[in-house]
Nanobody, 122 residues
Framework: QVQLVESGGGLVQAGGSLRLSCAAS????????MGWFRQAPGKEREFVAR????????FYADSVKGRFTISRDNAKNTVYLQMNSLKPEDTAVYYC???????????????WGQGTQVTVSS
C-alpha cells in the first residue's frame, strides 16, 4: 500500500497559478490510479482530477477542465496538479488519492494524503 504526502499549497491571487505535488512511497506506484480531490469549508469532498497508472488516461471535473492539469512521474513516484487561472471558488484543502483501480478512486480501498491548503484571494 502506498503512503502519500502532498505539498505546494499556499495563498495566491485570483488568476494566478500553483502546482501541487504528491509524493508516494511504495514500489508499485506506477500501477496505481492517482487523483486529486478537494474540500471547501462546509462542503463535501469533491473530485478534481485523476490519472490512470498505465496509459496515463486523465479525467477532470467540469469546474476545473481547461485550467488544471494532472500529470505523473513514475520515476519520482510523484503526481502533480498544475492549477492555472485560479478562482476564489478553488479555495479548499486539496487531497491526493491513490487506488489500485481507476474506477474506484475516491471510494473503497482509496489511500488519502493529509491534505494541503489552497487559498485564492479575490
Amino acid at each position: 500500500q502506498v503512503q502519500l504526502v502532498e505539498s505546494g499549497g499556499g495563498l495566491v491571487q485570483a488568476g494566478g497559478s500553483l502546482r501541487l505535488s504528491c509524493a508516494a512511497s511504495g514500489r508499485t506506484f506506477s500501477s496505481y490510479a492517482m487523483g486529486w480531490f478537494r474540500q471547501a469549508p462546509g462542503k463535501e469532498r469533491e473530485f478534481v482530477a485523476r490519472i490512470s497508472g498505465g496509459v496515463y488516461r486523465t479525467f477532470y471535473a467540469d469546474s476545473v477542465k481547461g485550467r488544471f492539469t494532472i500529470s505523473r512521474d513514475n520515476a519520482k513516484n510523484t503526481v502533480y496538479l498544475q492549477m492555472n487561472s485560479l478562482k476564489p471558488e478553488d479555495t479548499a484543502v486539496y487531497y491526493c488519492a491513490a487506488n489500485q483501480y481507476y474506477g474506484a478512486l475516491g471510494s473503497a480501498g482509496t489511500t488519502w494524503g493529509q491534505g494541503t491548503q489552497v487559498t485564492v484571494s479575490s
